[in-house]
């Protein structure tokens, strides 16, 4: 006990071998490595491809969703809760990955398709 009445936790593990501590720094190292080497792939791709003129207004364009993510995910957050948002954002992104590796198939295939009507 102490002065103010409160015993301490009973042998809590120090933050080093906690577990759930461990998970989530594990967790956060994966996320913020992701993270950079998207934004390394963008750069070095919006150079290669648009030069470097360019590179600014595509560095724009990638950042915007992770602004409004984080601009607006504490209020829906604040509604709804943790998991639901982290679900829909996941789903979001999910989404935009599936949409941008189909693009370049459906333009050929729509490509391909104008020039079968055509003759």
Do not use: K
Request: hydrophobic share 50%; aromatic share 6%.
């Amino acid at each position: 006990m102490t002065a103010h009445g409160i015993a301490p936790p009973a042998s809590a593990p120090p933050a080093h071998r906690d577990a759930n501590v461990l998970r989530r720094f594990g967790a956060h190292t994966a996320s913020v490595t992701g993270d950079l080497v998207y934004f390394l792939a963008l750069t070095w791709t919006a150079t290669r491809v648009a030069g470097p003129s360019q590179m600014g207004l595509v560095m724009a364009a990638g950042a915007l969703p992770r602004a409004l993510f984080m601009l607006g995910g504490g209020v829906v957050v604040a509604r709804w809760g943790a998991s639901a948002f982290f679900a829909g954002c996941g789903s979001v992104c999910l989404l935009a990955v599936v949409v941008g590796a189909c693009a370049p198939a459906l333009r050929r295939a729509d490509i391909r398709t104008a020039e079968a009507c055509s003759r």
